[in-house]
């Protein structure tokens, strides 16, 4: 079982940034393929970034080069920094590990509006 705690939503302008994290516990973190997805109003959730046990990132047409993400596997957190965001980046994210199974996390909203 792992438990996973997302936290860094919030409101902010277009242009802004963010920084999302994601805590985990429970498991043993470094062996997980952590992502981040999210779900706006109406729509499906959508997988956005993925990073591999070793580290290795994938992201989303939508949000490459706006988007970074990266693990801390010695302090078991996932972040996502976003950046340049804009009123379609308005959503509530997720965090998710797959590996001995797939688990989410409750999800933090964000919000870009001026």
């Known amino acids: 079982q792992m438990q996973l705690v997302e936290s860094g939503g919030g409101l902010v302008q277009p242009g802004g940034s963010l920084r999302l994290s994601c805590a985990a516990s429970?498991?043993?973190?470094?062996?997980?393929?952590m992502g981040w997805y999210r779900q706006a109003p109406g729509k499906q959730r959508e997988l956005i970034a993925q990073i591999s046990k070793s580290g290795a990132p994938n992201y989303a047409y939508s949000v490459k080069g706006r988007f970074t993400i990266s693990r801390d596997n010695a302090k078991k957190i996932l972040y996502l920094q976003m950046n340049n965001l804009n009123p379609d980046d308005t959503a509530v994210y997720y965090c998710?590990?797959?590996?001995?199974?797939?688990?989410w996390g409750q999800g933090t909203q964000v919000t870009v509006s001026s």
């Open positions: 998710n590990a797959q590996g001995q199974g797939g688990f």
């Open positions: 429970g498991s043993t973190f470094s062996l997980y393929v």
